[in-house]
């Protein structure tokens, strides 16, 4: 079993920048790709960014050049920090880990607690 707590979060004003982080804990042999969703009320759940297995990374467009996705391998722990913060950005982000559980066992999904970014001026 796998458990995510995420941390940071809160309210800024349009252009300041916020620091998430979801830190992996419990019984597991490998951590793969590692992601962050967000949804806004009324909106669809969107992958915001993905940390794969091999460090590669992926962005949605909209926070290209904004966002950037990192995750310590060591701590079991990623982060996203997020500059440059736009009302639109405003939804609620959750965590999202790929992990397998023992040696040539299934690869599961794991979800953090989600928490509240809100940019408002």
């Known amino acids: 079993q796998v458990q995510l707590v995420q941390s940071g979060g809160g309210l800024v004003h349009p252009g300041g920048s916020l620091r998430l982080s979801c830190a992996a804990s419990g019984s597991f042999f490998s951590l793969g790709n590692m992601a962050w969703y967000r949804q806004a009320p009324g909106q669809p759940r969107q992958v915001v960014a993905t940390a794969t297995l091999s460090s590669s990374e992926v962005y949605l467009d909209s926070v290209k050049g904004r966002f950037t996705i990192s995750r310590d391998n060591d701590k079991n722990t990623m982060y996203l920090q997020m500059n440059n913060l736009k009302v639109e950005d405003t939804a609620v982000y959750h965590c999202?880990?790929?992990?397998?559980?023992?040696?040539?066992?299934?690869?599961?999904?794991?979800w953090g607690q989600g928490t509240q970014v809100t940019v408002s001026s």
């Open positions: 999202n880990v790929v992990a397998q559980e023992r040696v040539g066992g299934p690869w599961l999904h794991y």
